[in-house]
């Protein structure tokens, strides 16, 4: 392992690229690049994030700023004889004012994200929740990446004509500029369910039996299968049947996954020779793989010639300056291009239309969903029920007499709140969805109370049995495919995903949680080096994956959903209570309540505060209490 410890160097704020407002990246020890005959640089899930992160400097770069460090790193290619190849897998859309804060959606995002030249670049399930966002990919993001946009299993009811085709060609076979090495590559999502109408997502494993696929794979003058995938690396039958099936027909040739989704640093090793990469989220990490020893085209008619390889090898790049200066060799006077600047001034140019700087409030403090045990003083679940759900569903504020049970899940949540400017970009970072309140009037208290611990699995039955439960009850309004819908394994934009976590007890889940194998904590932080907190990934490659030497964070469980009681008398319990929820968990609610023995229908539920989302309810409170 290569470790540099680099002297701190004073960077000046406003002399760089990245975003003005951007807090300058703090010095920190970095691992070098495994750079080799064939390079990646890879993004998923970014989710709109392409201004970078304005309030944590470890993640500050922007879009252009990418721009400029592939551009660097095509000159240093060009200049060795090796290759750089860029992909993206997927969910570029959705989670970020950027993206979110215009009408229509993504009104700026396109343009800004075109600017890199991708070389494969595949569609997530975010992109298809909505029939205008796919459609969107249709007449944007796939001509502006003609040639290299994949989708082997989507199609799309093409707008014009109402005819379903591909989405784009199902593969591509390619010869790298430099070193002639002959990919095959692929673009697949995830058996996805939750897609608007016009898109059809065939299952990843009838697709594998499809001819063009098997036509694909039996092609004998292949060096390097190529996956790039909106699908997790790991633990997915995806993942594993595509490589099957191509093992079935080539015992050895490499194979090289992309995947995401699961919005975590991981990297899987399936045989010596094939590999999976996933590179985190929301513009936090650029994944960067290398092979080297791979046959080329010259060589593979030379027996004698088969080199030892190959080798594989990954880094996961914290996105920021300093780690983009250091791996290009490059510093703030010779880094920026042209190209780049223009880039981030594109997106300085959104932000300030979509006044993403607007201010409503100054957060005292740090607030955390994850970081932080709940309940504690710095938990964003104990703020929403100590302060802001109170304060907001007051009793007589609402002009109401009955006590009041309100709950909400913290998949809710979706984002850290840091101390200084509530802004409305926070708004959109914390809490993209929509959905708002509603009550049922006059429940037994008896069985509000319980409502709270079956949805948190701590009750007689968990939420699987619930579920079951539900199937074995046809005649409840609220289950049969629906609930399946929840697409349990998968986050999905309105599917809070702690909340998945817990369905399927899947441990080593959770979006937020940022590592697959298991977070080592040590038991002192690192003081000699001072290391900042941040990623410590450990995967089948080791534990020096991260380019940047950090300590790790803690990350605690949370409760699926959490509840406050509103206008209880001391020392009195109530006969009846309103039950106030996030409509988002209306089926569970009244799921929970059927299995209580109340029989609720959809029909009996009422908005509450004229339908205002977790968000708006959160902005306000942030308006009136929270003072710059
Ligand atoms: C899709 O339509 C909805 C509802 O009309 C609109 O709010 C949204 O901005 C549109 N999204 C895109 C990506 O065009
Ligand atoms: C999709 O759903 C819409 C309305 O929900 C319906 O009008 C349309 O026919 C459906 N399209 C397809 C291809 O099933
Ligand atoms: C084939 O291998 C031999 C022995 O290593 C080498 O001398 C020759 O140049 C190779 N030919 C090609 C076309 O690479
Ligand atoms: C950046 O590097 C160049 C070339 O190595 C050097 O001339 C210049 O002084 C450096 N600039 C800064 C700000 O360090
Ligand atoms: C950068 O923007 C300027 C002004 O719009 C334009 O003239 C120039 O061609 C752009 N350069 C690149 C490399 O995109
Ligand atoms: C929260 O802060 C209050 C006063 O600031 C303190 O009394 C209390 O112990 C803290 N609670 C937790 C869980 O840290």
């Known amino acids: 392992m290569v470790v540099r410890f680099l ?102 995002t396109f343009d800004i994200i075109k600017e890199q030249h991708i070389d494969i670049i595949v569609s997530g399930n975010h992109e298809l929740y909505l029939r205008n966002s796919s459609d969107n990919e249709y007449f944007r993001t796939v001509p502006d990446y003609k040639g290299h946009y994949l989708a082997s299993n989507l199609d799309i009811y093409n707008p014009d004509s109402g005819k379903l085709e591909p989405l784009a ?96 640093r991981d990297y899987a090793k399936y045989d010596r020779k094939a590999y999976g990469l996933a590179s985190g989220r929301y513009m936090e990490t650029i994944g960067f793989q290398s092979i080297s020893g791979l046959t080329t085209n010259e060589e593979s008619t030379n027996v004698t010639t088969k080199r030892a390889g190959p080798t594989f090898a990954r880094r996961y790049i914290d996105n920021n300056l300093f780690s983009m200066y250091h791996h290009t060799g490059t510093n703030s006077s010779t880094f920026r ?39 504690a003083n710095d938990s964003i679940l104990t703020w929403l029920e100590n302060e ?94 629906k609930m399946t819908q929840l697409d349990p394994h998968h986050p999905q934009i309105n599917v809070p995903t702690r909340w998945e976590t817990s369905i399927t007890s899947t441990k080593r889940f959770g979006p937020s949680l940022q590592n697959p194998v298991g977070v080592h904590y040590p038991s002192t932080p690192d003081s000699d080096n001072q290391l900042l907190p941040g990623y410590t990934t450990v995967d089948d490659g080791g534990n020096d994956g991260d380019d940047t030497l950090h300590v790790p964070i803690r990350f605690y469980d949370v409760p699926n959903c959490i509840a406050t009681n509103i206008g209880f008398s001391t020392g009195a319990t109530p006969d009846t209570v309103d039950l106030v929820y996030n409509q988002f968990i209306e089926r569970w609610i009244l799921l929970a309540l059927r299995y209580l023995g109340e029989k609720y229908e959809q029909s009996d539920t009422r908005e509450i505060l004229e339908g205002k989302s977790l968000t708006e309810i959160i902005s306000d409170w942030v308006a009136s209490h929270w003072q710059c």
């Open 337 to 375: 291009t042209e190209h780049g600047k223009n880039v981030s001034s594109m997106i300085t140019h959104a932000r300030k239309e979509l006044y993403l700087d607007k201010t409503y409030g100054c957060a005292p403090q740090d607030l955390w969903l994850n970081r932080a045990p709940y309940p």
């Open 388 to 481: 802001v759900l109170p304060d907001s569903f007051d009793v007589k504020a609402a002009g109401s007499v009955a006590p009041r049970v309100i709950i909400t899940n913290s998949g809710a949540m979706r984002f850290d709140i840091f101390s200084g400017p509530f802004t409305i970009d926070t708004t959109f970072l914390i809490s993209p969805f929509t959905s708002g309140f509603r009550y049922i009037p006059a429940v037994p208290y008896s069985s509000a109370r319980q409502v709270l611990a079956l949805l948190n699995n701590q009750g007689p039955i968990s939420l699987q049995d619930l579920v079951a439960f539900s199937k074995a009850h046809p005649d409840v309004e609220t289950t049969g495919d």
């Open 7 to 108: 002297a701190s160097v004073v960077l000046v704020h406003g002399a760089l690229c990245a975003q003005p407002s951007a807090p300058s990246p703090i010095p920190a020890p970095l691992r070098e690049l495994p750079w080799g005959q064939l390079n990646f640089l890879h993004t998923t899930d970014t989710h709109g994030w392409h201004g970078g992160h304005l309030q944590e400097p470890q993640y500050s770069a922007d879009w252009g700023d990418y721009i400029a460090f592939a551009k660097h790193f095509r000159d240093r290619a060009d200049a060795d004889g090796s290759d750089l190849l860029l992909i993206d897998s997927g969910d570029r859309v959705e989670g970020n004012g950027l993206y979110d804060a215009s009408n229509p959606k993504g009104k700026y």
């Open 169 to 264: 060609p199902r593969f591509k076979k390619f010869t790298t500029k430099n070193q002639g090495i002959r990919i095959v590559a692929f673009g697949f999502l995830y058996d996805f369910h939750g897609n608007a109408n016009n898109t059809v997502v065939t299952p990843v494993e009838d697709s594998l039996k499809e001819e063009w696929f098997q036509d694909a794979i039996h092609d004998r003058d292949v060096d390097l299968f190529l996956i790039a995938g909106h699908i997790p690396v790991r633990d997915s039958k995806e993942t594993t049947n595509i490589y099957k099936a191509i093992r079935d027909v080539h015992w050895d040739t490499p194979i090289q996954f992309f995947g995401g989704h699961f919005h975590i």
